[in-house]
């Protein structure tokens, strides 16, 4: 690209970015999404916030990457929040943002949500009139779960009206394009409300998405036309309150910027309700842990000013591993037992045998003894799932027997056969010992088992179950008590009745 023609691009996008920050009231969101034929939605910003020439848009975020190492996190990344200016300001923060992502895995889906710099409307906006297309491709939209959310929750819904020209969520995906490696779709989730409760009502629909399949894109810039000091001091501030993974702690810190009266400052935090919807879904999880990954603003760009700026900050969620197992396994340990629960399954079928394995070839980890469940899935649905709580034997033979036991041996399903093997995902879970507990209060939804014993009766759910149907406390319980142990809904109240936790570290295939 000539350097005029940077300049040009590099005007017109600060120009932009901060013409387009107020939200001017529109009518509230149709609940219905029309009968219509798919309608791609273009790129809206292709040469103005990003270059619209597909070798000129790959070199410039190919140069962004340079000189960048791999994210050293102990976990692994749920979500990120990146900036949504114009590259030439916001381009490098973004990068560092979306470097968080492994590049290697197969994403189910990818959630990008951001705000309305256009219009405001009650709730959000979930595009489902056809694909995402930028200069460097098209992107497939999750049509049927898009659909899903949007006709499934009375604040999300459909407009392609409201997408059209906006560019949070745009300036995002080329990012995804040139870092993900293997094919995903996305679902692309616009927000036009500042209600702090019809936030929360939206987190809690996308909670049971917020797992180790799929990744969360929040598109937020910070600040808003301050003079350069007083920006990285009210970008520090609002992104300390994110890290306290406190939704009412951010409230308060976006509230308290803005009651200080800077100088030209417009917002704290520009699309901070999707930051905050982000924060419903990981609020109370500690396993969650949020990280600050890096900071400038625009008069850190060649192009921007240092009397009136705009404040980038790149962010990750991170799933830290769950401490209360005692040890914990690294991906290469992962990758073997999954291995030798497969190949068991495989000799088993072929022979009825369980292999030999080598145990001088094993981690320490893989010899301590642990209680696991195997779970197999086939087209994403439950085709068997058999656990051992006690901690009695090493955790590759545990594995290796529930592997077997889940293959054969769930009578709610007919044995696995060995043509369908290479259609099937396995699922490991392994468990801390259980704990009676006396109140429910101690239950924690996406971090406990539970396990519900009454009688010669009992039931258990998997910590992830609470996660993928988006249950409440109750029903958790209630599913439990009568799907499970055959107590009946509220079996668990009894006083016969005795509930015990536990947690599970969970990794499968994909």
Known sequence: MQRTKVKLLASAVLLSTFATCNTPTNPTLPMSIPDTNLVDRKPAVAGQFYPDNPIELRTMIRGFFNQMTAPENPGFTMAIISPHAGYVFSGEVAAKAFNQLDPQKQYSTVFIIGSSHRASFGGGSVYTAGNYITPLGTVPIDLELARTLA????????????????????????????VLKKPFKIVPILLGTQDPGICKSIAKRLKPYFSPENIFVISADFSHYPKYEDAVRIDRMLADAIITNNPETFIE???????????????????????????????????????????????????????????????????????????????????????????????????????????????PA??????????????????????????????????????????????????????????????????????KIRSISEIQLGRDGIYIRKGGRSGTFLPQVATETGWSLEEYLGHCARDKARIGWEGWKDKDAEIYIYQALVFHEK
């Open 151 to 178: 006709m499934s929750n009375k604040d999300l819904s459909f407009d392609p009206h409201y997408q059209r020209n906006e560019h949070s969520l745009e300036v995002q995906i080329p990012f995804l394009q040139e």
């Open 253 to 363: 810190a976006e509230q308290e910027c803005m009651r200080e009266s800077v100088s030209n400052l417009a917002t704290g935090c520009c699309s901070w309700p999707a930051v905050l919807t982000l924060m419903y879904m990981t609020d109370k999880d500690p396993l969650i842990e949020y990280k600050h990954i890096a900071y400038q603003n625009s008069g850190d760009s060649k192009y921007g000013e240092k009397d009136r700026v705009v404040g980038y900050n790149a962010l990750a969620v991170i799933r830290k591993p769950n401490q209360e197992m005692g040890f914990d396994l690294t991906d290469p340990e992962k990758k073997e037992l999954l291995s030798i629960a497969r190949n068991t399954i495989l000799s088993h079928l072929r022979s009825e045998q369980i292999p030999v394995i080598q145990t001088d070839k094993l981690s």
């Open 366 to 435: 893989l010899l301590q003894k642990a209680g696991a469940f195997v779970t197999l899935k086939k087209d994403g649905e439950l085709r068997g799932c058999i656990g051992h709580f006690e901690a009695d034997n090493a955790l590759f033979k545990t594995v290796q027997q529930m592997a077997v036991a889940s293959a054969t041996q769930d009578y709610r399903f007919s044995p696995v056969t060995m043509n369908e093997l290479k259609d099937i995902e396995v699922e490991i879970s392994v468990l801390t010992p259980m704990t």
